[in-house]
């Protein structure tokens, strides 16, 4: 290993300028902005007759705005949670709008008297066209999201991944909610919450490979020559 | 004032200059940060011998320079950097650990140092260069990476995950099977 004062003489060598990255909310606000008017863009894309119904039904209306509401805070806290020492209450705030938009879901799902059969929920052919766009639909928000939290500090990938995986979840999921009118609330709760999961299950297992503390090749070549005496 | 004294506020000044491409700052502020990074790492690791300590400091030092745009020049400097610092020893005490459970001291080193007929054979039927370098490409990409990094540019295990983005364990896999791949290709040749 080189000596820590050749370290420093060779980070300040290879030294360019940064863009300060701006605060997390304002990073958040802006992808929200990008990735709701692409969900917008989906839904209205694939629209089966009778979606537009939907979207005037309270009961299916009330939960979506609260998935947004849960997504920007989600989206913040992912960008917090790539900032040395920045304040964990975005986290707590996370996990609330989580809270309340799976109980604005299970609401809607189970209240009123709401009851389906296991075999009906399980035979629910057509959710299976919305796990395909929870999914498919949610992989390009995943990787532009990534893209933005590796300008970051990789402190806690695993945490930084679930709620970016939870933020593009509950937006794609409006998609799927709106695109084509659901049989049973219970059934999309189920499918839906299952794409889901599936979601965030798959970024928090890959985090640790993307969210890396990563140093450029020139600069980590450089400083194995110099170590090695070769400069 | 020395270097190892400079106020923590000065000290964001500083991080402010880097982020806009001065290197003289950054030399200031990356040396007047170290002897902090080594009492708290010292305070940490009070177990750890000189190297470790050696190299704790300059995984820190490594990851503030990557982390550099994080810095927001309207919040402290001080906790910004501490929470790189707790996040660098926590990844070191995890590393440490698996590697500890992986692996096992070797202290036959003539062995290594061709005492041993059989490492002699093996190096001496590796003699085909043309014939190592094609089964080097025909490796699988990670592997390929791995012996690239590791066995030509010669960087150290922490040098090369930084570079590949994969962890230090993940390399000494692919690292593995590489030359056990190589070792069985280089032996159908013959």
């Known amino acids: 290993m080189m000596e820590t004062d050749r370290l420093i003489e060779q980070l300040a060598a290879n030294l360019e300028p940064v863009e300060p990255l701006r605060s997390p909310g304002r990073r958040a606000a802006a992808f929200m902005l990008g990735a709701t008017l692409y969900v917008a863009l989906l839904t209205l894309a694939l629209a089966r007759p009778g979606a537009a119904d ?70 629910a052919r057509h959710e299976i066209w919305c796990v395909a766009l929870i999914l498919a639909g949610g992989a390009p928000l995943v990787a532009a999201l990534a893209a933005l939290l590796r300008r970051g500090a990789p402190l806690r990938p695993i945490t930084t991944a679930t709620l970016a995986a939870v933020a593009v979840g509950s937006l794609a999921n409006v998609a799927a909610c709106f695109w084509t009118p659901h049989a049973d609330g219970i059934s999309a709760f189920f499918w839906h919450g ?36 070769a400069v | 004032m020395t270097a190892t004294d400079t106020p923590i506020d000065a000290l964001g000044a500083l991080m402010r200059a880097a982020q806009r491409g001065d290197a003289a700052a950054y030399t200031e502020l990356l040396r ?25 400091v300059q995984d820190v030092l490594l990851s503030v320079h990557v982390a550099r745009a994080t810095y927001d020049a309207e919040r402290p400097f001080e906790p910004w950097l501490l929470a790189i610092v707790r996040n660098r020893l926590a990844d070191g005490a995890r590393r440490y650990a ?39 490409r025909a490796l699988p990409e990670g592997q390929r990476e791995a012996i690239e990094l590791l066995k030509l540019e010669e960087l150290s295990l922490k040098e090369a995950a930084a570079v590949s983005g994969t962890s230090v364990g993940a390399l000494k896999v692919a690292t593995h099977r590489a030359l056990r791949a190589l070792r069985r290709t280089l032996a159908t040749k013959r």
């Open chain 1, 54 to 123: 939907r979207g005037v039904d309270p009961a299916v209306l009330v939960p979506q705005l609260v998935a947004l509401a849960a997504s920007l805070l989600a989206v913040r806290a992912a960008f917090a949670s790539v900032v040395p020492g920045h304040d964990r209450s975005t986290l707590v705030w996370a996990a609330i709008g989580v809270v309340a938009w799976v109980g604005a879901l299970a609401v809607g799902a189970f209240g009123f008297g709401a009851s389906a059969e296991h075999a009906a929920v399980l035979g």
């Open chain 2, 32 to 56: 007047s940060i170290t002897p902090r990074i080594r009492r708290v790492v010292l305070r940490e690791r009070a177990f750890a011998g000189l190297p470790e300590v050696d190299d704790l």
């Open chain 1, 194 to 229: 299952g794409a889901i999961l599936v979601l965030v299950l798959a970024c928090a297992a890959g985090a640790p490979f993307v969210l890396t503390w990563r140093v450029a090749r020139p600069l980590a070549t450089g400083l194995a020559r110099t170590s090695n005496g």
């Open chain 2, 98 to 136: 698996r590697t500890g459970a992986r692996e096992i001291n070797w202290d036959h080193e003539s062995d290594v140092t061709f005492g041993a007929s059989e490492t002699n054979e093996e190096t001496a039927e590796i003699g085909d260069g043309r014939a190592l370098r094609a089964a080097v």
